[in-house]
Nanobody
Framework: QVQLVESGGGSVQTGGSLRLSCAASESLYVNRRITWFRQRPGKEREGVASIETNGGPTFYADSVKGRFSVSQNNAKKTVYLQMNTLNPEDTAMYYC?????????????????WGQGTQVTVSS
């Protein structure tokens, strides 16, 4: 079964941390680009961080550089998003996406498969 399953969301206060997980089926994980997106209330979906599971380059949105870190565990076929120094602007539904079709890594239209999302809420 082809799928992506996110977990790890929750509610934290400003300055707190969360680690999100994206468990992928093998066909979506091996030698693939997997990207974290988020959708804030009233905003378009935006790319946050991206990793190639074969050791290729990682990318980050300017808004999260230095605070967020993307990593992988090949044995678990899981990609993580470590989020530190969170602030209320980070409040969003976070999704992982795979089956990248090329183009901008941060373009949601360039991904075919999506997880169901996990909610992150940061209070001041």
């Amino acid at each position: 079964q082809v799928q992506l399953v996110e977990s790890g969301g929750g509610s934290v206060q400003t300055g707190g941390s969360l680690r999100l997980s994206c468990a992928a089926s093998e066909s979506l994980y091996v030698n693939r680009r997997i990207t974290w997106f988020r959708q804030r209330p009233g905003k378009e979906r935006e790319g946050v961080a991206s990793i190639e599971t074969n050791g290729g380059p990682t990318f980050y949105a300017d808004s999260v550089k230095g605070r967020f870190s993307v990593s992988q565990n090949n044995a678990k076929k899981t990609v993580y998003l470590q989020m530190n120094t969170l602030n209320p602007e980070d409040t969003a539904m976070y999704y992982c996406a795979a089956d990248f079709r090329g183009g901008r890594w941060a373009g949601p239209q360039n991904y075919y498969d999506w997880g169901q999302g996990t909610q992150v809420t940061v209070s001041s």
